[in-house]
């Protein structure tokens, strides 16, 4: 079993949609998780951070931990096609290497 | 603007020659990454760099070497590429080495190997 599990997708929704994209992850010893966005033929950029569990919000995008579940999640509210793009999942234990999920494709609509 | 250059962005090689690819930061990192990215596998860690003068190996290390002679630059060498090498690469930097860092990526490199 990989550390972190993504759900490759695509995913397809209509402009305007809630979209909702997940990780799981096996070590519990994980405490920094955080969401890349990353655009067709470009680098990952980092979305949203957060540590242990809990929710942050910030404009139309909350990330939200599940540390009991082992189970992160990032909520995209009223959806642009400029969300367009592949979101990566990442997570830590302080002193290790970030560890990345495999990504999902998202497609918004107009 | 500030970031990480990549050069070159695209590069088309035979197997079996020697290929550097370029990384320069200009935030001041003291940490530095490198991934490949492949379909279905995602990004994975080649080698990285805590600090100037010192690197560590990642997850997939053979066949790739780096180098830190400086805070800025890290270069990684395919001694001799083969196909399997075919990937798009990226370079990465945070402000200190750990897995609690966040990072900050370039804008890839295509490579392939024929």
């Known amino acids: 079993q990989k550390e972190v599990e993504q759900d490759p997708g695509p995913l397809s929704v209509p402009e305007g949609a809630i979209v909702s994209l997940n990780c799981t992850y096996s070590?519990?010893?994980?405490?920094?998780f955080m969401w890349y966005r990353q655009y067709s033929r470009k680098g990952p950029e980092l979305l949203m951070y957060?540590?242990?569990?809990g929710n942050k919000e910030d404009g139309r995008f909350t990330a939200q931990v599940d540390k009991s579940s082992k189970y992160i999640s990032l909520f995209i509210r009223d959806s642009q096609p400029s969300d367009s793009a592949t979101y990566l999942c990442a997570m830590s234990v302080n002193s290790r290497e970030l560890v990345f999920g495999k990504g999902t494709k998202l497609t918004v609509n107009p | 603007i500030a970031g990480i250059t990549q050069a070159p962005t695209s590069q088309i090689l035979a197997a079996g020659r020697r290929m550097t690819l370029r990384c320069t930061q200009d935030m001041r990192h003291n940490a530095m990454y490198w991934y490949r990215q492949d379909l279905g596998l995602g990004l994975r860690l080649i080698h990285y760099s805590n600090t100037a003068g010192t690197t560590g190996k990642g997850e997939v290390p053979d066949g790739y070497s780096v180098s830190r002679a400086n805070t800025d630059d890290f270069p990684l060498t395919l001694a001799s590429a083969v196909p399997s090498q075919t990937s798009v690469y990226f370079c990465a930097s945070s402000v200190q080495g750990g897995g609690n860092q966040p990072q900050h990526f370039g804008d890839g490199t295509r490579l392939s190997i024929l």
């Open positions: 957060t540590y242990s569990s």
């Open positions: 070590n519990s010893a994980f405490q920094y």
